[in-house]
């Protein structure tokens, strides 16, 4: 399972996927289900930075996050 939370640990976003697959393919898919809440209009699509751990490291990932102008805090 693939989960995106906020700062306080609150799910955001979640994919469910077979145990022995590889955490990195599934980035840009478990993150375009991001939807950030505002105060007022509709929720961004992108947020700001995102963490990761190192299963997440790939240069894929890290151009994904670049191209959306989403800081990128996942260690090598």
Known sequence: MHLV?????????????AGQRHEAPFFA????QVRVPQPTGRPRK???AVAGDRAYDSEENR???????IESVIPA
């Open 5 to 17: 939370t906020d700062g306080n640990g609150l799910p955001m976003a979640a994919l469910l996927t």
């Open 63 to 69: 151009r994904w996050c670049w191209r959306r102008n």
């Open 46 to 48: 992108r947020p700001e």
């Open 29 to 32: 898919d478990v993150m375009d």
